[in-house]
């Protein structure tokens, strides 16, 4: 797909230019997902709250400036980009169950990247507009916390990318598809502050 780099010994030069525009486009891709978001959500009240003084007695640093001051962590350089075991992946900051491994996929960028959320309820959208480029900023709806951001490159059928920080995640493994589903289901079944 985007990643493969046009062979300098090929003659022919149309394919080489067709794989340099890919190239174009997989570093653009990189550019977009890598830039910090500027959104603030200090105003907004999310189900799940804490002073700045608890979010960072309770996230790691890296954690604490990736989903609470919005930076994006480095590419390939982040414990799950390329996590391939079964479970899912939850918000660092509440747990909310946000993404499975059935649905994620190697996008060639080095962050983890999604074709769906678990739940749509549960990764909320926002319009980011910084750094000269229109993005949809997505944030864990239940305490706000940064994901990431959301791109529609992925794969078929549903075209999107959800290209999210490691940083932002707690990968939860589980030993089969159906204990995945099962321990997804009893979130939902403690979880209070979920509007259904």
Known sequence: ??????????????SNENEAVKITDLQSCVSACGLPSDLDFSDRAF????SDEEWRTLLSEI?????????????FQNPYFDNKDLGYYACV?????????????????????F?????D????????????????EVHCALCGSHQGHLFPDGPKPNFT??????????FIPSVS?????SAILDWYKTEKNLTR
């Open 1 to 14: 797909m985007f990643y493969v780099q046009a062979d300098s010994n090929s003659s022919n030069s149309q």
């Open 47 to 50: 189900p799940i709250e804490r």
């Open 63 to 75: 954690s604490y400036q990736v989903a609470r001051k919005h930076i994006t962590e480095p590419p």
């Open 93 to 113: 900051g509440c747990e909310a169950p946000l993404f499975s491994s059935l649905d994620k996929y190697d996008s060639g960028t080095g962050w983890p990247s």
């Open 115 to 119: 074709s769906l959320a678990i739940d």
């Open 121 to 136: 309820r549960l990764v909320a959208q926002q319009v980011d507009n910084s750094f000269g480029m229109r993005r949809i």
């Open 161 to 170: 990318r959800f290209c999210i920080n490691s940083a932002s995640l707690k």
């Open 177 to 181: 598809k159906a204990k995945l589903r």
